[in-house]
């Protein structure tokens, strides 16, 4: 599971990787990137930056509709088309079958701890909850909280070479499963997991699969119709949104959901479980986000044609494998400099299971503690992460103490490969000393 990475990449492929990407139109559309001091952004698993046309988004809200829905005078009428436009917009991002399958709110926790008080109100012969060792603790302890309830929990656990694997899943799930909790992508190590798999196991033995989509959705294309999911969540703010979450479900179970709701709330989705006001314009500016990765893709058709009459959810794809292909050369290049390094990467390491992992890197340096790896590239306007990533069973898993934990770097698409490098000679200089 710890492993010392490979020399994988000559810095001239690296160049020429990424020379059909449109870097700097990306880059330029984020104002944050280009606000001095020149910051290099590399804790992007903890939250992304925005595009302008989110900011705009917000900005419009705040500025021309700052009221509640549900009103009969045209402001609160464009509340609710705003609402509308976003769930659709949601909905093609998921590939959801109806928009009325997604549900908005504060985040991606709140979700999770929303359907599983529900899940433990319908514990009966099944009983049992699969959770794993590699997931964020918001889909470990949520699902740990319904044992008062009579629930059972086993245990997933990842393997040595630093992904879950679904051979290790089948002995775990029975008659007894009620549901199998897991996560998409490691919000700590990157490791990306085949849920594909995971979900015919689950739904053979006639459980339900509930997926963490946090970590993968800004490096990869959700399609929960592909994925076979039952329920998903997501956190806006990491796919490039303002702070806001949000649950996608199979709309018969949502509508069997038993939530909380107030008397005049009809027991429907996604109305039931949306309790309360939410944050109008983070979800204005989601619906946003999403037009935003929609442009790119359209920007990458190669002609104004196919750029035209595309389908929205195919310009989605196509900005998905433009970001994956992308994305895996700056792994990569992290992967050789840290390798120079002498660093223990934790997670998939090797070149040729590249695509098993976003970009993502959580490492230790030897002889320098996390903390101070992290406080020497602060001073170099660069931002990573030190600790357990909310991922304490996993550090435990790793050999880490959850008070020390280590190093996590996370690029996404617009993070470029000079940023790596420059974060390659602060570590350079750390370990000469």
């Known amino acids: 599971m710890q492993a010392k990475s490979q020399g994988v ?33 590399f804790d992007n698993a903890a939250g992304a930056q925005v595009p302008q046309i989110v900011l705009d988004a917000v900005n419009h809200h705040l500025l021309e509709c700052n009221v509640q829905r549900g009103g009969r005078y045209a402001r609160s009428g464009e509340v609710d088309a705003t609402i509308a436009r976003a769930r659709q917009s949601v909905a093609d991002l ?15 926790t709140s979700f999770i701890r929303l359907v599983s008080l529900a899940i433990g109100q319908t514990l009966d012969r099944r009983n049992e909850i699969v959770v794993t060792d590699m997931d964020h603790e918001a889909n470990v302890a949520t699902w740990l909280a319904l044992e008062s309830n009579g629930a059972r929990i086993r245990l997933w656990k990842m393997r040595d070479d630093g992904n879950l694997h679904v051979d290790d899943l089948i002995p775990l799930v029975s008659s007894a499963t009620r549901l199998t909790a ?3 992508a490691s919000n700590a190590i990157g ?9 015919r196991v689950a739904h053979a033995a006639g459980a339900e699969i509930f997926l963490d989509g946090v970590h993968y959705g800004p490096h990869g294309l959700i399609d929960v119709q592909a994925f076979d999911c039952d329920y998903l969540v997501c956190s806006g703010y990491k ?12 709309r018969e179970l949502l509508q069997s959901l038993p939530t909380f709701r107030e008397d005049f709330i009809p027991d429907e989705p996604p109305g039931k479980i949306e309790a309360g006001t939410f944050i109008y314009e983070n979800v204005a500016g989601m619906d946003a986000a999403v037009r935003y990765l929609e442009t790119l893709g359209r920007s990458m058709a190669g002609n104004d044609e196919a750029e035209k009459s595309e389908s929205r959810r195919a310009a989605l794809q196509r900005a998905f494998e433009t970001i994956r292909a992308y994305e895996e050369s700056l792994s990569l290049e992290m992967l050789r400099l840290l390798n120079d390094c002498g660093a223990s990467v934790y997670g998939v390491a090797e070149k040729k299971r590249i695509r098993e992992r976003a970009p993502t890197l959580c490492f230790n340096l030897p002889n320098k503690s996390p903390a101070r790896v992290t406080e020497a590239l602060a001073k170099q306007n660069i931002g990573v992460r ?10 435990n898993r790793l050999g880490l103490t959850k008070e020390s934990g280590a190093v996590r770097a996370s690029l996404v698409h617009y ?8 974060f390659g000679r602060t570590l350079a200089e750390m370990t000469s000393d």
């Open 9 to 41: 990449l000559d810095p001239r492929i690296s160049s020429a990787s990424n020379a059909n990407f449109p870097i700097e139109t990306v880059r330029a559309a984020f104002p944050a990137l280009t606000r001095p001091p020149e910051f290099v952004f």
């Open 94 to 108: 998921v590939n959801a079958r109806d928009a009325s399958e997604i549900a908005f709110g504060m985040n991606a």
């Open 182 to 184: 897991c996560t998409l």
């Open 415 to 422: 993070n470029t490969v000079e940023e790596v490098r420059r």
């Open 239 to 250: 796919i490039f949104a303002p702070h806001m979450g949000f649950l996608w479900g199979r």
């Open 191 to 199: 490791s990306i997991v085949d849920v594909a798999a995971a979900a």
């Open 386 to 395: 030190d600790g357990h990533m909310y991922s304490p069973r996993l550090m």
